[in-house]
């Protein structure tokens, strides 16, 4: 191209195709300044380039208007294709918000049966057909149903109905590796003639109609990946999608923002998609409507007004709620702990409050900080912060405990602290396990930290519990132990390791919450362990929740509380609103009741965590 024909702006992507870069022709550098004034995620990359993350520049189209030589702008490609079905999405979707699905839009039970195609042979349920149905009027879609309502199934059907109109050959699916199963055994019992499904190991299997990759693998795999879906028309699900929350900004979402666009159809589906509030929905759905999905959730959530906010946005996602499973209601209980001892003596110094004891070793405690994971710990039991000779020692009980020295540090006796005392959570969880084990029902312990487990794993060695976590070796038989073996009376894990993908509502009822962090999200996966739909009826599920009085606890349950409320508003569930408010446990003694004990929130740490 000679000189005089030379575009003034080239517009394209960059490597990782998450971000457009901007670059201008040298008489253009000042018109380039004020265009990029209106992008201001922009980064000037020199004096005639800009790097826009894709989503602000999607949002942003209407500055380009301001160039002054529109004719000589050069596209690439891909980028415009791209900007085209954002436009005509934005559309539709913007259509639907301000009028909402005319009953004309979304196709009938009988029209979504005919959609699926001849080779489909598997059963739906009237709330999977009418989700069916709402995905398949809109372009796009997001499915939030909650565990058990079958969205593998949905995104399937929805899979095979662009495949019946020619419009998807092949479907990437992204889901953490515990829901591979599930994505195995349904694309069998679903097609008549099932597809050819491959777990990605390696480079992408060009063969493959269905391919599974774990989130972990996307960043490294984007090449071969982006390859595999120009092939011939897709389809990509995210699975779990809250894995990439936090969009353009971390690993998994950049990876999963570059390759949405390369597909014809985006679905994602969760059943928690905001366990943080407003940001995560925004990078949810920016994969659902780059450039719309972002502007539309700020717009919504502005006023503070969430009834309105999920009104507006309830068009753009299905939701099948629990109380259209049909399952037996539970609330789950806050059991309150009070510290005491050197316990509490330990705690408070490590909050700021010292005793005199405490004074002497004011710098040690000093030294071990207030991080919040080390406050959730000491909640628990202030040994944990003790390194032990491994990583996951476990804590070990003196039985009966020692009498602590009156002339010794404090620090010092925090250093042997399970010779002197066993705290008061492990008490409870002993407590419970053991009658739960008398009336022949199990028990599910959760805790946030390996070292927990591993002490638990001790101190409830006679009920020869089931131990899963990061680490463990063999998952699948301490899975198996669990379900099979009568004598195997609990099972110990964390929610980041099972919290998704696993059923256990058969075999066991009773969960017990030995701490929890702030991710809600988290907690309320794990809730569905085992309250899921096939929950025989009349089952009672019982939840207990374990906090230390006065302690981080107590700011946890209140943010949880605040996170499950918005999420509950947004998509005008009641029941996952419920969830926050946890109900005080009945009296566990004779003349003692819980409520009685809890404080008043004083938790000098809290406005730093």
């Known amino acids: 191209m000679s000189e005089a024909t030379e575009p003034s702006l080239r517009l394209g992507f960059d490597v990782s195709r998450t971000k457009a870069v901007l670059q201008a022709a040298a008489p253009y550098g000042m018109d380039l300044t004020h265009l990029a004034a209106g992008f201001p995620e922009g980064v000037r990359l020199g004096q005639l380039m800009v790097e826009v993350p ?14 002054p030589a529109a004719e000589s702008v050069h596209w690439d490609g891909d980028l415009l294709a791209l900007v085209n079905d954002v436009l005509d999405d934005a559309d539709q ?81 992204v889901s953490p590796k515990s829901a591979y199963e599930s994505w195995l055994s349904e694309s069998q019992e679903c097609f008549g003639s099932p597809p050819a499904i491959r777990i990605m190991g390696g480079p992408p299997d060009p063969h493959a109609e269905i391919l599974v990759v774990n989130y972990e693998r996307l960043d490294r795999s984007l090449a071969g990946l982006a390859g595999w879906l120009r092939a011939a028309p897709s389809m990509v699900i995210l699975d779990e999608a809250h894995r990439m929350k936090l969009g353009a900004q971390g690993t998994y979402g950049s990876a999963c923002m570059a390759l949405g666009p390369l597909s014809r159809r985006r679905l994602i589906l969760t059943g928690t998609p905001a366990p943080n509030g407003a940001r995560d929905l925004e990078n949810l759905l920016s994969f659902v409507w780059p450039g719309h999905g972002r502007r539309v959730v700020t717009q919504a959530v502005a006023g503070g007004d969430l009834a309105h906010a999920s009104s507006v946005l309830r068009p753009l996602f299905t939701r099948t709620t629990k109380s259209e499973l049909g399952l037996p209601p539970f609330q789950p209980v806050i059991r309150t702990v009070e510290l005491d001892g050197l316990h509490r003596e330990i705690y408070d110094a490590l909050v700021g409050r010292f005793t005199a004891r405490a004074e002497a070793s004011r710098d040690d405690f000093d030294a071990l900080g207030k991080a ?14 003790v390194e032990g000779s491994s990583r996951y020692e476990p804590l070990n009980f003196q039985v009966p405990p020692l009498e602590a020295a009156e002339d010794e540090s404090l620090f010092t006796l925090l250093q042997k602290l399970p010779q002197h005392e066993m705290p008061p ?25 390996v070292r927990n487990i591993t002490s638990l794993e001790r101190l409830l060695s006679v009920y020869q519990p089931a131990v899963v976590h990061g680490g463990t070796p063999d998952r699948e038989e301490q899975i198996r132990r669990f379900r099979q073996d009568p004598d195997c009376c609990v099972l ?25 962090d702030f991710m809600a999200g988290r907690f309320l996966q794990s809730l569905d362990r085992i309250h899921r739909l096939g929950l025989a009826s009349g089952t009672e599920t019982r939840v207990t929740v374990l906090a230390s009085a006065g302690t981080i606890d107590e700011v946890v349950t209140l943010r949880l509380a605040e996170k499950l409320e918005f999420m509950g508003a947004i998509l005008d569930d009641p029941a996952v609103r419920q969830l926050g408010d946890l109900q005080e446990e009945r009296p566990v003694a004779a003349g003692m009741d819980e409520a009685d004990m809890r404080a008043l929130l004083r938790h000098i740490g809290a406005a730093r965590v």
């Open 492 to 516: 110990i894990s964390n929610p980041a390791t099972l919290g998704e993908g696993i059923s256990l509502h058969r075999e066991c009822h009773d969960a017990v919450y030995v701490d929890r």
């Open 54 to 67: 894709l989503d602000g520049f999607l949002t942003g189209l209407n500055v380009l208007s301001d160039w």
């Open 372 to 385: 919040m994971l080390r406050l959730l710990m000491a909640a628990t039991s202030p040994a944990l912060l």
């Open 425 to 449: 959570k492990y008490q409870a969880v002993r407590d419970i396990v053991s009658r739960n084990a008398a009336a022949g029902r199990k028990t599910l312990l959760w805790s946030t930290f």
């Open 93 to 173: 979707a913007e259509n639907y918000l301000v009028r909402g699905a005319a009953e004309s839009d979304v196709p009938g039970d009988e029209s979504v049966m005919a959609a699926l195609g001849p080779d489909w042979q598997a059963d739906l349920t009237p709330f999977q057909v009418r989700d069916i149905g709402r995905l398949l009027s809109m372009r796009h879609g997001a499915n939030f149903s909650v565990p058990g309502a079958g969205k593998t199934r949905v995104g399937l059907a929805v899979y095979a109905a662009m495949k019946e109109r020619g419009l998807a050959r092949r479907l990437l699916v």
